[in-house]
């Protein structure tokens, strides 16, 4: 069994900053990619940023040179770095990582959540 708990959301003013961590346990053989997501009220959930366990980076535009992930492999924890933040990022934000597990199954799992909310 595999679990992520999120961590770091919270109410900031435009501009401002959040950093979002997401810690992995259970058991865990390897940690393929991590990634975050958010889905806003009446939107579709999206991608945010991802890293590979090579430290390959994906970014969507709307997020491109404000937000940075980072993982400590050491840890099992994916960390996000948001800056500059606009009302339009207010979401739950969601962490995601692709693990192998003991039994040697990868599977897809989901952290439970965390709120941000930018105020203008």
């Known amino acids: 069994q595999v679990q992520l708990v999120e961590s770091g959301g919270g109410l900031v003013q435009a501009g401002g900053s959040l950093r979002l961590s997401c810690a992995a346990s259970?058991?865990?053989?390897?940690?393929?990619?991590m990634g975050w997501y958010r889905q806003a009220p009446g939107k579709q959930r999206e991608l945010v940023a991802s890293i590979t366990s090579g430290n390959y980076r994906i970014y969507p535009d709307s997020v491109k040179g404000r937000f940075s992930i980072s993982r400590d492999n050491a840890k099992n924890t994916v960390y996000l770095q948001m800056n500059s933040l606009k009302p339009e990022d207010t979401a739950v934000y969601y962490c995601?990582?692709?693990?192998?597990?003991?039994?040697?199954?990868?599977?897809?799992?989901w952290g439970q959540g965390t709120q941000v909310t930018v105020s203008s």
């Open positions: 259970g058991s865990i053989v390897s940690i393929n990619t």
């Open positions: 995601n990582a692709e693990v192998r597990s003991a039994d040697w199954r990868t599977g897809d799992y």
